[in-house]
Nanobody, 120 residues
């Protein structure tokens, strides 16, 4: 069974860069699934798929966030990471990592999520 754990700061100031890491256990980010994604849910809103990194390092981005996001991985640690630049209070959300691409309804596993608040 795949387990995912998000980690990173819970509070980020406006204009700064948010960095989150997802640590995967029970599976490999290079072999278990085609891709691994970051998803977020702002308060009172629905889930939003953000970006993903595939087993071979290929990347996929949501057009609405592409200019501010990047994704990377450390295969030796079985981790992948999100960077979101120039954050504003509208980036306040619970951030999740999960194996899969854009079809959230098809996800087998989810991380527990981590709350990120953007505030000065």
């Amino acid at each position: 069974q795949v387990q995912l754990q998000e980690s990173g700061p819970g509070l980020v100031k406006p204009s700064q860069t948010l960095s989150l890491t997802c640590t995967v256990s029970g599976g490999s980010i290079t072999t278990s699934y085609y891709a691994w994604s970051w998803i977020r849910q702002p308060p009172g809103k629905g889930l939003e798929w953000m970006l993903a990194i595939a087993y071979d390092g290929s990347t996929y981005y949501s057009p609405s966030l592409k200019s501010r996001t990047s994704i990377s991985r450390d295969t030796s640690k079985n981790q992948f990471s999100l960077q979101l630049s120039s954050v504003t209070p509208e980036d306040t959300a619970v951030y999740y990592c999960a194996p899969g691409l854009r079809r959230l309804s098809e996800y087998d596993y989810w991380g527990q999520g981590t709350q990120v608040t953007v505030s000065s």
